[in-house]
């Protein structure tokens, strides 16, 4: 039992969502952290109108084509860490991304725009997680010459299961202890094992860096109905990574996204709940390897052959899980989900 949420836990989630400082979560006072926190310096960059800044770190030669991660909604940068320390080294160029808050997609499309300017890539390939994903999309709607290929994490192509109809214009307006709350709410209550247990509490720790901005952006981008429809890309230079367990974006969502997208590459994480990418980063990684080589993206280090993977096929091939993962852990949430998060 001493792996499942006690009450101190409970108390820890609450403290996070009130804003008291409490005690560290796993992941962040682990040495992989540090040494991330050490090797990659945070960086901020204003680069339109907007008072806000992107925050991102950056890894890799600026001569190999760029793969941008950018995170869900209670996502921060850092929550994409261990996509710079998994492929910076085999000689990607990664940029773990947090956009500032723009509370239009077409916002975003310019935010964006002029944040790729100023990273100057030689090509473009982006990773997006849930909320994230969405926003990939709708940029490459608009500006489909500029992406080469997309990688949708536990992604959705429509809102419309989360529009919330008079409350979403009135995130602008709440309090960020109301904010965290409702974004708290969607995380899953059941048992989890400890890998996706640590992710969450992570993701709880980064989210009380975040301010009302912060939140309430993307709240509203999150409630704002939207459905993709012209995306131009070739669905081959596509790839849709889920978590097969259980997580707050629902199933009929996942389904939505393979039909919209039939013939692009599928891959499966069989225990990565709402945040494979830091849950099971291993898989996560190759599928990102595997999907940047198939589109055409190379570097110049040797043995960088995948270890498994389905390239030609339709669907990818996970590799083997960890042995003897240790007893499940357990957060404890009772409000319903309101709406996707990563």
Same mark, same amino acid.
């Given at each position: ?8 836990k ?5 403290n996070?969502a ?22 990659f310096?945070l ?18 030669d ?5 793969? *941008?991660?950018?995170? &869900? ?6 929550? $994409?860490f261990?996509?710079? !320390?998994?492929?910076?080294?085999? +000689?990607?160029?990664?940029v773990?991304s ?10 975003f ?23 994230g994903g ?8 608009h500006?489909?010459k ?5 990688i949708l ?5 429509s809102?419309e ?5 008079m ?12 904010l ?26 980064q *989210?009380?860096?975040? &301010?009302?901005g912060?939140?309430?952006?993307? $709240?509203?981008l999150?409630? !704002?109905?939207?459905?993709i429809? +012209? ?10 990574i ?9 199933a ?13 590459k599928?891959a ?5 709940g ?19 080589r198939?589109?055409?993206v ?8 995948p270890?498994?993977?389905?390239v ?28 996707q998060?990563?």
């Amino acid at each position: 039992m001493a792996d499942m949420l006690n009450p101190s836990k409970i108390s820890s989630m609450f403290n996070a969502a009130v804003g008291i400082p409490d005690r560290k979560s796993t992941l962040s006072q682990s040495e992989e952290f540090k040494s991330f926190r050490s090797s990659f310096p945070l960086k901020n960059v204003a680069v339109d109108l907007h008072e806000y800044e992107w925050r991102y770190f950056e890894g890799g030669d600026k001569k190999t084509p760029l793969l *941008l991660c950018i995170p &869900g909604a209670s996502g921060t940068a850092e929550c $994409l860490f261990r996509q710079l !320390t998994g492929l910076c080294p085999k +000689g990607y160029r990664v940029v773990a991304s947090q956009p500032p808050p723009y509370y239009t997609v077409n916002e975003f499309v310019v935010g964006m725009d002029a944040f790729l300017d100023h990273l100057a890539p030689t090509e473009v390939h982006i990773f997006g997680a849930s909320l994230g994903g969405f926003l990939v999309q709708q940029y490459c709607v608009h500006r489909p010459k500029r992406v080469s290929s997309i990688i949708l994490c536990n992604s959705f192509c429509s809102t419309e299961s989360f529009t919330n109809g008079m409350m979403t214009p009135m995130y602008q307006f709440m309090p960020t202890l109301v904010l965290k709350n409702i974004i708290l709410s969607s995380f899953n209550p059941d048992q989890v094992p400890v890998p996706v247990a640590e992710a969450i509490d992570f993701v709880i720790e980064q *989210l009380d860096t975040m &301010g009302q901005g912060d939140l309430s952006s993307r $709240l509203t981008l999150n409630g !704002t109905s939207g459905t993709i429809t +012209g995306l131009k890309m070739e669905e081959e230079k596509i790839t849709l990574i889920d978590s097969l367990d259980k997580t707050a974006r629902p199933a009929e969502l996942r389904e939505e996204l393979w039909r919209r997208y039939p013939n692009a590459k599928k891959a499966s994480v069989r225990m990565g709940g709402d945040f494979p990418f830091l849950a099971a980063p291993e898989e996560v990684n190759l599928y990102i390897e595997v999907h940047l080589r198939r589109v055409g993206v190379t570097v110049n280090l040797p043995n960088l052959e995948p270890q498994q993977g389905g390239v030609e096929g339709q669907e990818m091939t996970a590799p083997p899980p960890r042995p003897k993962d240790p007893p499940p852990k357990k957060v404890v949430k009772e409000q319903k989900p309101l709406f996707q998060d990563d």
